[in-house]
């Protein structure tokens, strides 16, 4: 693995190793920070064979692991849940350290969004979490599976026939979650991309040319305010880019002017 663009964390190992990924990933300081880690084709498939797996690659599920392991919380789409088969997170002894003193819980939480409740409660996600699973979904969500899902997650409802995603990423953050990461899927993506609460984008680019019928990573209406984002870190490894992409601050900057420093203020 090697950095073509961005801030050198300067850890002994190199960008190969889970500290140095650790430290060029870490979150800002600060406040509540929405990062999105998603994988594309070259043509822009998010899934092949209908599932991110067959774009993955060992380095993405490297990078993978470690933005997950720097999390407070995942947030994500019930449909991508369904699709992949979602587990609960783990404590990884790795990062535990870390983790401890950050002052966060041993693993992330999983937070899925759904309308419909139509999620498997007998699976590992809700019987054996380290940390309980959180389900946003809507006020009027069907009652007796609101009531059935409240036994077995921690349940935020935010908005009326959609969930409020503004609602839902602030009742996340006062519970104390600020480092956030949304693992998608696309229609997830796009409507948290046009509510303008995307500050990072982490895309990997598998070297494949898949075409088909797949939707791109972020699906959905067009955003009405298209603004740059700006690259701070380009990572290689056997042709895959590893690509970290922040909101643009000042909306004069051109989409190709990257801040070597990594600087995400
Ligand atoms: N390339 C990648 O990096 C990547 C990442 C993730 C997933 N994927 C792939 O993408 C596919 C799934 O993605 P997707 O875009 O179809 O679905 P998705 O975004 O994962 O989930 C959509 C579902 O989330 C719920 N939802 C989303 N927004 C909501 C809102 N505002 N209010 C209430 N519920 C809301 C609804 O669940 P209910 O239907 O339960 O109401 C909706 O059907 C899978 O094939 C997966 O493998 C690819």
Not at 80 to 102: I, M, N
Not at 123 to 128: G, W, Y
Request: glycine share 10%; proline share 8%; aromatic share 4%.
């Amino acid at each position: 693995m090697r950095q073509l663009i961005g801030a050198d964390p300067g850890t002994p190992g190199g960008p190969g190793t889970l500290e140095w990924l650790a430290e060029a990933y870490a979150y800002p300081d600060g406040g509540r920070w929405l990062r999105a880690n998603m994988v594309t084709s070259l043509d822009g498939a998010a899934r092949l064979d209908g599932l991110s797996e067959g774009l993955s690659g060992e380095a993405d599920k490297r990078i993978f692991g470690v933005l997950r392991a720097l999390c407070d919380v995942v947030l994500v789409g019930a449909e991508t849940v369904r699709a992949e088969g979602y587990r609960p997170g783990r404590a990884r002894a790795e990062f535990a350290e870390r983790r401890a003193a950050a002052g966060q819980l041993p693993a992330p939480v999983i937070a899925v969004v759904t309308r419909s409740l139509d999620l498997d409660l007998s699976a590992p996600l809700f019987t054996e979490p380290l940390v309980p699973t959180v389900v946003v979904t809507t006020v009027d969500a069907p009652p007796d599976r609101l009531a059935r899902t409240a036994e077995r997650a921690d349940v935020i409802t935010a908005g009326t026939g959609s969930v409020d995603l503004p609602r839902a990423v602030a009742a996340l953050t006062e519970r104390g979650w600020r480092r956030q990461l949304s693992e998608g899927g696309p229609r997830l993506l796009g409507q948290l991309a046009a509510e303008g609460l995307l500050d990072e984008l982490c895309l990997s680019v598998a070297p494949l040319v898949t075409a088909g019928d797949s939707p791109r990573i972020v699906n959905g209406p067009q955003i009405p305010h298209v603004r740059p984002m700006r690259l701070v870190s380009l990572i290689e490894q056997k042709g895959f880019l590893f690509t970290r992409y922040l909101r643009a601050t000042d909306p004069d900057r051109s989409p190709n002017d990257h801040d070597l420093t990594g600087d995400a203020s």
